[in-house]
């Protein structure tokens, strides 16, 4: 019998946040902050995470800083460790980090993909294994955002130079979907957020050398507005959130071609 998620409930809730240091990463520990939540900033960089965490202070909610690098099991179980003894409890477990190699694929050395895929489908699944059991324990409004991206959703084609991060986002999502029923079961609600180009200042000129950029160049987000919708996603206990509206257009074409794939093999369109 599946257990009701209980209602979100943001403030005094806690949230845990790897990348916490980067752009969308601090844009979601502020906004978090600002709706009522003690955070704390996991990221490689310790300066950065402490950065974060001062702004979180300084809007009056508490905050913990942690370095940790999320491709070491050890260091996301001292994080769990961390976020525990201080807190108490996680409410929400935002699984952010992430990093992208832009290299041709006749480039791509093994070492490459076990570093990008350390951090960004690793990273993921180690942070749910060290979360997860004690977010089961504690009882209360839990949820678990796993950051994948329009990458792992839609036209693989639009991103030649990327392929070790398509990868793991398309993973991500597979991963996100497989555990959402499952958890449901213990009242936990799950998402994965899939951002398109999330820029520091949408005004400015974009220089990303993919035709992914051009796709999504007259819909930019900053941090703030794709955190802001993840947020209401959260109170939905929606699957997936999709911040970038320029994104439905690619997913549509990516599920033509799938659809065009199955017609051939039945012989209903010509090859």
């Known amino acids: 019998m599946t257990i009701k998620r209980q209602p979100w409930q943001s403030e005094g809730s806690v949230a845990v946040i790897t990348g916490g240091g980067g752009l969308l990463g601090r844009g979601i520990a502020l906004t978090l902050a600002r709706a009522g939540m003690d955070i704390v900033v996991s990221d490689l960089n310790a300066e950065t995470a402490s950065r974060v965490a001062e702004e979180v202070i300084a809007l009056g909610r508490r905050a913990l800083p942690v370095a940790t690098d999320v491709a070491d099991p050890r260091a996301l179980e001292a994080l769990a460790d961390r976020a525990y003894d201080t807190f108490g409890k996680v409410n929400l477990l935002c699984n952010n980090a992430g990093v992208a190699l832009i290299k041709a694929y006749d480039q791509l050395t093994l070492e490459d993909w076990n570093r990008v895929l350390g951090i960004n489908l690793m990273g993921v699944v180690q942070g749910i294994h060290s979360f997860l059991p004690r977010m089961k324990a504690q009882g209360g409004p839990r949820h678990i955002v796993n950051v994948s991206s329009m990458s792992g959703v839609g036209l693989a084609s639009l991103r030649p130079l990327n392929a070790i991060y398509v990868t793991a986002k398309f993973a991500v999502v597979g991963l996100t979907e497989t555990l959402a029923p499952l958890l449901a079961e213990e009242g936990i609600g799950v998402s994965v957020l899939c951002p398109g180009m999330t820029v520091a200042d949408p005004g400015e000129p974009l220089t990303y050398p993919m035709a992914s950029a051009q ?21 939905r206990n929606s699957l997936h959130i999709f911040p970038h509206r320029a994104g439905l257009a690619e997913v549509e074409q990516r599920q033509a071609l799938l659809l065009k794939s199955f017609h051939q093999a039945e012989g209903l369109v010509p090859p």
């Open 215 to 235: 796709w999504y160049r007259d819909n930019l987000l900053d941090p703030f507005q794709v955190a802001e919708e993840m947020l209401r996603a959260v109170e």
